[in-house]
């Protein structure tokens, strides 16, 4: 879904040859390092230079936004970290106070104010899991994917 979400804001800002990816250090180191390959293949793959953003804290946001306002990045991906989600309003209203085109993970972060996104359905997802574990517990056997 990266790629996807990097495409579309792609599409929103064409203008904007600096986009900022916001991410946490503080996940998975594996995570990490995988979505900073990613994201920059993606980024040289698309024309686009990008900047990451670490935040682990509420003050590292605001930090990370001096950074994109200073560097003047015209864009913001925002991973999918639960700092991201927990301080969603915050990131939301520095993006709106800076006027920075911003994709979030999460249709929940539009309801709540932000530009757009692109991500799974989290009640459909939760949902699934609901059915499938439902099944399981009725004595089906859980086969691998």
């Known amino acids: 879904m990266m790629g996807k979400r990097f495409q579309l804001l792609r599409d929103l800002s064409p203008e904007a040859t600096l986009i900022g990816f916001l991410l946490s250090p503080r996940t998975n180191p594996r995570y990490y390092d995988l979505e900073l390959k990613r994201v920059a ?5 698309l024309g686009r230079e990008v900047v990451i ?8 946001i605001d930090s990370a936004f001096a950074t994109l306002v200073q560097q003047r990045i015209g864009a913001l991906l925002v991973s999918n970290d639960s700092l991201f ?9 520095l993006a709106a106070r800076y006027s920075v085109p911003t994709m979030y993970p999460y249709r929940e ?3 709540s104010g932000g530009l757009i996104s692109y991500g799974t359905d989290v009640n459909e997802m939760n949902r699934q899991a609901g059915i ?4 399981i ?5 859980p086969r691998r994917c």
């Open 41 to 45: 293949a993606m980024g040289h793959s």
């Open 85 to 93: 989600i927990a301080q969603h309003h915050q990131i939301i209203g």
């Open 137 to 141: 517990l009725n004595g089906e056997k």
């Open 53 to 60: 953003l670490n935040a682990s804290t509420e003050q590292e």
């Open 109 to 111: 972060h539009v309801l």
């Open 132 to 135: 499938y574990v439902g099944r």
